[in-house]
Structure formats: structure tokens, C-alpha cells
């Protein structure tokens, strides 16, 4: 196992080593929000060795499984939220024109994210 780095959130300690730092990070709602396939992915690791190290992070931080289940709720309803106010808006591929009659266009992949 490698070094473990020690964190001091207020007062919580996070114990963690950089795999598992770059795991969380990349996991956390409040970073980067990934999904355990996404980050095999982009870390060119297998979705199991990911869950192996967020296993890991909570053993050693217990603490922090539900701080990140309630980030992850509360992200979860961000985006539904979000979802219901495009919808009432409905087609927003044409917002609306500039001064000389062109339309200004929100892309449809930024409208299909939300």
C-alpha cells in the first residue's frame, strides 16, 4: 500500500492514499460527480478496482460514505429540478435574435445534458 496522506477536514481527519485521492476526488458530487465506470475509464483501471478503493476510503473513513450519499442525493435533485424547468420551457433550440434577425441557437447536446 502506498503512502497515506492525512487530511484535516474541521474535525475529521481523512486518511487516504493518492490512488484512493484521485479516486475520490474524481467520485465526490462536489468535484467531478463520476460514476465508478467513468473513472475506470478515464484512469485506465478496471470498475472494480475503483469500488475496491472507495471500499477502502470508507473502512478508513467511515464518516464519509454518508457525507458523499447525501452529496450525491442532493445532486440528484439538483439536475431533476433542473431537468422539469427545461421541459416547461420547452423547444429551446431557438431562443431567440440578435438585431439583424439571427437566430441565436443554445445547442441541443447542452439542452439533452440537463
Not at 28 to 46: A, F
Not at 52 to 63: D, Q
Not at 72 to 85: A, L, P, Q
Amino acid at each position: 500500500m502506498g503512502k497515506i496522506i492525512t487530511i484535516q477536514n474541521g474535525d475529521r481527519t481523512l486518511l487516504l492514499t493518492e490512488k484512493e485521492m484521485e479516486v475520490l476526488v474524481m467520485y465526490h458530487p462536489l468535484v467531478d460527480n463520476m460514476n465508478c465506470r467513468e473513472i475506470g475509464e478515464e484512469l485506465g483501471i478496471k470498475e472494480s478496482a475503483v469500488k475496491g478503493r472507495l471500499k477502502n476510503i470508507y473502512e478508513r473513513n467511515p464518516w464519509l460514505k454518508e457525507e458523499i450519499k447525501i452529496g450525491k442525493k442532493n445532486m440528484t435533485t439538483k439536475i431533476r429540478n433542473t431537468r422539469r424547468h427545461i421541459r416547461r420551457m420547452g423547444n429551446m433550440s431557438t431562443i431567440s435574435s440578435d438585431v439583424s434577425g439571427n437566430e441565436i441557437f443554445l445547442g441541443q447536446k447542452i439542452v439533452r445534458k440537463f
